[in-house]
Nanobody, 113 residues
Framework: HVQLVESGGGSVESGGSMRLSCELT????????MGWFRQAPGKEREGVAA????????FYGASVKDRFIISRGSAENTVYLQMNSLKSEDTALYYC???????WGQGTQVTVS
């Protein structure tokens, strides 16, 4: 059974940091591209960050650039999202995805107050 297992969400004060983790399990081979998306109440889902698993190339949304860092883990098909200088507008449900493979996680809530 293929699934994306997310962890690390919760509540943090404005200006704080938080790290999200995501592992694609039950899948054989490379996920090619993994990333994080988020959706706040009443807003459309937006891309936060993505990483090409083979080359390590990264992409960031304009609102998080220079504050968030996406990285690969030592285990295959594992990614992390380090979120720094968090703002109230970063509050959302964060989803991990391997979009080119069609896999999405259940989401983990991040609340910044």
């Amino acid at each position: 059974h293929v699934q994306l297992v997310e962890s690390g969400g919760g509540s943090v004060e404005s200006g704080g940091s938080m790290r999200l983790s995501c592992e694609l399990t039950g899948f054989s081979g490379s996920s090619h591209l993994m990333g994080w998306f988020r959706q706040a109440p009443g807003k459309e889902r937006e891309g936060v960050a993505a990483i090409v698993m083979s080359g390590g190339y990264t992409f960031y949304g304009a609102s998080v650039k220079d504050r968030f860092i996406i990285s690969r883990g030592s285990a295959e098909n594992t990614v992390y999202l380090q979120m720094n200088s968090l703002k109230s507008e970063d509050t959302a449900l964060y989803y991990c995805a391997a979009p080119t493979r069609g896999y999405w996680g259940q989401g983990t809530q991040v609340t910044v107050s």
